[in-house]
């Protein structure tokens, strides 16, 4: 059973820096598609980042470019979001995610199969 666990979300002000974890389990995941997304209230789920193992692309949206970094360490089966420079916009519930046929470019909601339960992050102003 495949199963997403996300950590370091927490409380920040604004300026500062955190670091999520995501780890996988239940199989291997070095040639998957691995991304984060997140859902601030009120508004709908987005596309944050994404690793691809094929060609070992990445992908960030606009708003995050410059200010995250995505990593992965595949012998840990774990994926990274270095989040720095937060801003209060930032604040929401991150998810990271698994995309196993890995055949797109990693940024649409729909072409994840597995989902974590999801980090709290706040930025304060």
């Known amino acids: 059973q495949v199963q997403l666990v996300e950590s370091g979300g927490g409380l920040v002000q604004a300026g500062g820096s955190l670091r999520l974890s995501c780890k996988a389990s239940?199989?291997?995941?070095?040639?998957?598609?691995m991304g984060w997304f997140r859902q601030a209230p009120g508004k709908e789920r987005e596309f944050v980042a994404a690793?691809?193992?094929?060609?070992?692309?990445?992908e960030y949206a606009d708003s995050v470019k410059g200010r995250f970094t995505i990593s992965r360490d595949n012998a840990k089966n774990t994926v990274y979001l270095q989040m720095n420079s937060l801003k209060p916009e930032d604040t929401a519930i991150y998810y990271c995610?698994?995309?196993?046929?890995?055949?797109?470019?990693?940024?649409?909601?729909?072409?994840?199969?597995?989902w974590g339960q999801g980090t709290q992050v706040t930025v304060s102003s």
């Open positions: 995610a698994v995309d196993s046929r890995a055949t797109s470019r990693g940024t649409s909601i729909s072409s994840y199969d597995y």
């Open positions: 690793y691809r193992w094929r060609g070992g692309t990445i």
């Open positions: 239940g199989r291997t995941f070095s040639t998957d598609t």
